[in-house]
T-cell receptor, first 117, second 110 residues
């Protein structure tokens, strides 16, 4: 299957700082990528849809000024958590859309665990 | 919002078949059913998807009822490494966003 990577795998930062997470599709070009957040013992929550060369589309309740998304190329999307606070501590997961048997299927990265102190 | 309902947890003996049910009674005619699983602290792993016909690959089989209101994921010979949370997802037709439900936590018992 298609491979998606994320960097870093885990990050610890101080409250008030910004953190950038990278998502890369390694062996295919992804015009659409997605960002999710997952709190402990909960399911994945879709945050935003990232389209190459255009502005991201955010889900209701997700602050676009706090979670900046950039999709500058067909293989890279970045999520920047600005002015992070302890409540932003979570597991952030990206996915990339890939056609499988003529149907768009999402392949997920391994996730980034963010801890804000 | 997720359009699927799954039991919160299930157990399965190692070596036996694991049958995971999913209810998607409001599915539209052009929506696909996808199955993913998430092993602890990892990203979800694609398993299989289908529209209306039964599907099989090297990981699992997907059985979709004729009315498409429910489906079953079958792991033919469960191993301890199959212990994970299994998500059944119906893809909305207007885009390719996935909305995850609560999933089924499968525990394979030695």
């Amino acid at each position: 299957g298609a491979v998606v990577s994320q960097h870093p795998s885990r990050v610890i930062c101080k409250s008030g700082t910004s953190v950038k997470i990278e998502c890369r599709s390694l062996d295919f070009q992804a015009t659409t990528m997605f960002w999710y957040r997952q709190f402990p013992k909960q399911s994945l929550m879709l945050m935003a849809t990232s389209n190459e060369g255009s502005k991201a589309t955010y889900e209701q309740g997700v602050e676009k000024d706090k979670f900046l998304i950039n999709h500058a190329s067909l293989t890279l999307s970045t999520l920047t958590v600005t002015s992070a606070h302890p409540e932003d501590s979570s597991f952030y997961i990206c996915s990339a859309s890939f056609p499988l048997a003529r149907v768009e299927t999402q392949y997920f990265g391994p996730g980034t665990r963010l801890l804000v102190l | 919002d997720a359009k699927t309902t799954q039991p919160p947890s299930m157990d399965c003996a190692e070596g036996r078949a694991a049958n995971l049910p999913c209810n998607h009674s409001t599915i539209s005619g052009n929506e696909y059913v996808y199955w993913y699983r998430q092993i602890h602290s990892q990203g979800p792993q694609y398993i299989i998807h289908g529209l209306k016909n039964n599907e099989t690959n090297e990981m699992a089989s997907l059985i979709i009822t004729e009315d498409r209101k429910s489906s079953t994921l079958i792991l033919p010979h469960a191993t301890l490494r199959d212990t994970a949370v299994y998500y059944c997802i119906v893809r909305v037709p207007t885009g390719n966003q996935f909305y995850f439900g609560t999933g089924t936590s499968l525990t394979v018992i030695p």
